[in-house]
């Protein structure tokens, strides 16, 4: 579980766990890109962080506005919460780079298919 005395300063969101099913459909534990603890952490705490991250709600202390600077690329990760919601962007980035990739060769072969 995790260690609560890292994660001070966090709400976390025991009632409404955080899920990505858009870019992670099997979860951010079955995903590939996440250790086990950062996928914990983005389950648990993703939904405030996500809230953060878009400017939904404003940083209330330390921690959260350590973690918009983070966002904001004013500042490095050096929390474990900062560097998972660092490494959950990078997965999108990677995860949606993958898709249009192949989304946009699928449809270069159904066109060169088609021309012949």
Not at 71 to 84: L, P, R
């Amino acid at each position: 579980m995790i260690n609560m005395e890292n994660l001070t300063g966090l709400n976390k969101t025991e009632l409404f766990p955080y899920y990505d099913d858009m870019h992670f459909p099997r979860g951010f534990a079955r995903s590939g890109y996440f250790t086990r603890r950062q996928a914990e952490i983005l389950t648990s705490y993703g939904r405030h962080l996500r809230e953060l991250w878009t400017e939904e709600i404003l940083p209330e202390n330390d921690v959260e506005k350590n973690f918009v600077a983070v966002c904001q690329g004013n500042k490095a990760a050096e929390s474990e919460i900062e560097k998972a919601w660092v490494a959950y962007l990078n997965a999108i980035k990677q995860a949606t780079s993958t898709l249009y990739t192949s989304y946009w060769n699928d449809t270069n072969d159904y066109i060169t298919e088609h021309i012949d």
